[in-house]
């Protein structure tokens, strides 16, 4: 099992550019979430999605949108980006939501300039 | 909102003392307190947890206890090596909120040989 996988794992974008980050899981688990990490905040929560067809904003939602495209699939999507969103993305996924294990990915190390 | 706060944000110990790192979480409704280990460039990844119906929970070397009085919980590391060096996160979070976890903003803890 690959666990949790997401790409790309480096990416540059320009102020005002769009992009997609896909993460996907073969855990066969239900939920799925998406953090922000920057240095001295610990992580931050921007969306999660409790279960297949639901999604929900967390702390940080402001500049971003998701889709939960399948069981195994969420992305965020950065429609305008901006120099604030400069940061490490890291997804998850739990079992189920509520108390349970998150199991991280890799990460994405975004640049906007 | 609900708040974690996490102290110190730096450790530095000695190989063979003991670490410990404390955490307040400010919403009385949360039930499950998991510790996370992020080692440089990598994922974040459980260690630990406890929830709100333990005081105290051990693993090994690892510790974790729970006032819910006092709405603080700790973490504790004995016998410290320098494969222990990394960074920390406690987070809370409750039932019938999807799973969302609140972080605290990291301890960075140095075992020196």
């Known amino acids: 099992n690959a666990g949790v996988t997401q790409t790309p794992k480096f990416q540059v974008l320009k102020t005002g550019q769009s992009m997609t980050l896909q993460c996907a899981q073969d855990?066969?688990?239900?939920?799925m979430y998406w953090y922000r990490q920057d240095p001295g905040m610990g992580l931050r929560l921007i969306y999660y999605?409790?279960?297949?067809?639901?999604?929900d904003k967390g702390e940080v939602p402001n500049g971003y949108n998701v889709s939960r495209l399948n069981k195994r699939e969420f992305s965020l999507r950065l429609e305008s980006a901006a120099p604030s969103q400069t940061s490490v993305y890291f997804c998850?996924?739990?079992?189920?939501?509520?108390?349970?294990?998150?199991?991280f990915g890799p990460g994405t190390r975004l640049t906007v300039t | 909102g609900e708040n974690v706060e996490q102290h110190p944000s730096t450790l530095s110990v000695q190989e063979g003392d003991s670490a410990v790192i404390k955490c307040t979480y400010s919403?009385?409704?949360?039930?499950?307190f998991p510790w996370y280990k992020q080692e440089l460039g990598k994922r974040p990844q459980l260690i630990i947890d406890?929830?709100?119906?333990?005081g105290e929970k051990k693993d090994q070397r690892i510790a974790v206890t729970l006032n819910k009085t006092a709405k603080h919980f700790s973490l504790h590391i004995t016998e410290t090596q320098p494969e222990d060096s990394a960074v920390y996160f406690c987070?809370?979070?409750?039932?019938?909120?999807?799973?969302?976890?609140?972080f605290g903003q990291g301890t960075e803890l140095s075992v020196k040989p």
């Open positions: 998850a996924s739990s079992e189920a939501p509520g108390t349970y294990e998150q199991y």
């Open positions: 406890i929830r709100s119906n333990v």
């Open positions: 855990m066969n688990h239900n939920s």
């Open positions: 999605s409790a279960s297949e067809g639901t999604t």
């Open positions: 987070a809370a979070s409750r039932d019938n909120q999807g799973g969302k976890l609140i």
């Open positions: 919403d009385s409704a949360s039930n499950y």
